[in-house]
């Protein structure tokens, strides 16, 4: 590491989860370039940035009283401390700025939902976040928006940096991978958690509203998390469970990367009714790949997709259902959505999402 490069500490506890850790590990390979980096977090899940950067033991449990009380020993002195989540140090560090990403308020946004424990945490730490941090950073201007308005953050506070895809997908044999997975021939895509806010039981009850052909040929594939959810949605498999659909939903669990392309490529489109996303980078894994996408018209969806996506209301199941079958049945919308997504994906590189964040840490340092 460089004597003259300025020092900025990361906590990257983080690195291996589903967003976040696809977010920091497509940039730390950038941001090692420009700065001497420390990196909080396990030894053991950090060895591979051992040789370009210092690593700091930190294994206290995310949104935990552990983490607060260690910051402040933790955090080295350094130029900038970038906390890649809302989970930031409620006391002062030893960091001369501080930049945090906030990638939605969701927890504001549905707090009503939210147990007591959960309300309080959240208010606590993501007022603290947005009052304790010299710049914000987050995905969108919809998630720009929900932070203004929620969290009472200053506008000229918060710069939006659109997250980046792979531009080339890597896909390998379809045959090996469905055996892999237990994959149908035919299927359309699903790749998220089992929130209630992700509404996979509205694409189930849009399903269970598509024609008896329809459903012969094509079933739902799930991929990500089941179970571990405090807010998991119990109501989706009693829905599953009632109409005897089991055998027509594949949950997959987790999925490596080198075969997750391979799963878009092989769908016949993707699929996202989600009620709320601060960004929804899978609908550009599946532009990608050149899957045909739909995707809820709601928040920063058709601020991510453009004209690439087919929409529908989310709390509509016959509107959900229609735009399916729309696709299922009409080659040239589909080939068209495919052509359109190749084009969109080009507007989100982590070259360019790197450049502005490195942009921004400097001009914090140097302010």
Known sequence: MMPDKKTLCIDARMLHHSGIGTYLRMLLPYVLAE?????????????????????????????????QKQYKSIVPHTDLF????????????????R????????????????????????????SRAVKASDAIITVSNFSKGEITTLAHAKPGKITVIYNGVKQKPLTGVFETVAAKYKLPAKYMLYV????????????????????TEIQQ??????VGKIEGFITGDESLFELINKNNIKD???????????????????????ILPSLYEGFGLPPLEAMVNKCPVLVSNLNSLPEVCGDAAVYFDPQDYDDIALQINKVLSD????????????????????ADSARQHIQLFKKLINS
């Open 331 to 350: 080659p040239s919308l589909s080939k068209g959505l495919v052509m359109k997504g190749t084009e969109r994906i080009k507007l989100f590189t982590w």
């Open 192 to 211: 998220g958690n089992v929130k209630p806010h992700k509404n996979l039981k509205g694409l189930v009850a849009a399903y269970l509203k598509l024609s």
């Open 248 to 270: 027509h939903i594949v949950f997959t669990g987790f999925v490596n990367d080198d075969d997750m392309d391979t799963i878009y490529a092989g769908a016949s489109l993707f």
């Open 82 to 97: 970038w906390s890649p989540h809302y989970n930031t140090p409620v006391f002062a560090v030893k960091a001369k700025k």
């Open 217 to 222: 040929q094509y079933k739902i594939v799930v």
């Open 99 to 126: 930049v945090v990403t906030i990638h939605d308020v969701f927890h504001l946004a549905f707090f009503k939902q939210l147990s007591i424990k959960q309300k309080i945490y959240a208010k606590l730490m993501i």
């Open 35 to 67: 700065f001497s980096v420390t990196l909080l977090g396990d030894p053991e899940v950090l060895k591979a940035y051992s040789g370009e950067a210092a690593i700091i033991p930190f294994n206290a449990p995310i949104y935990s009283i552990e983490e």
